[in-house]
């Protein structure tokens, strides 16, 4: 008799990057809004979704490519615009550098950035739920007023990192 099991992933880990779940829930995500748009999730995408839920914070290709150097520059940039068009990853515009990619919020958890503006570092932050509500219902209010149809918000901290302070 043969007993088939469920290949268990070698590594499952809820605490990388701070996710709010597993991360082969991230990759089972990612998979479905890849397939949504009838593209595959393939290892050099896998690669990227990776290094992204491993940094923990927003990267540019210049630091992906760092951690993952197996990835051609031309493979990478190709695969996040794929990844960007299926909403698994979101770019990061912040002041007048290098774009950032970071994971769809919606396959990660809600958060904020600090942005150092002395060397440029990012760095995820999850507000305290006060912050949280008094942002909601300002934003509430601001929407109601303006007949603005709220989805979310997106705030980030502007300053000076501790090793530039
Ligand atoms: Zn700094
Ligand atoms: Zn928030």
Redesign the pocket.
């Known amino acids: 008799m043969t007993v088939i099991r469920r290949q268990e992933p070698a590594t499952e880990t809820s605490a990388a990057g701070g996710l709010s779940g597993p991360e082969s829930e991230v990759h089972a995500g990612v998979g479905k809004r890849l397939a949504s748009i009838r593209q595959r999730y393939t290892g050099g995408r896998r690669l990227l979704v990776e290094a992204l839920i491993h940094a923990g914070r927003p990267l540019t290709v210049t630091e992906i490519l760092d951690v993952r150097p197996a990835l051609p520059p031309s493979t990478a940039y190709r695969n996040l615009a794929v990844l960007e068009q299926a909403t698994a990853v979101r770019r990061v515009q912040l002041s007048g550098e290098f774009s950032r990619y970071e994971l769809s919020e919606e396959l990660t958890r ?1 958060h ?1 950035h600090l942005v150092c503006v002395d060397c440029g570092s990012v760095v995820d932050v999850t ?1 305290p739920a006060r912050l ?1 509500d008094d ?1 909601t219902v300002a934003a509430k209010e601001v929407a109601a007023a303006t007949g603005f149809r709220l989805e979310s ?1 997106r ?1 980030d901290l502007i300053g000076h990192c501790q090793a530039c302070s």
């Open positions: 809600h904020h507000a949280e942002v918000h705030l």
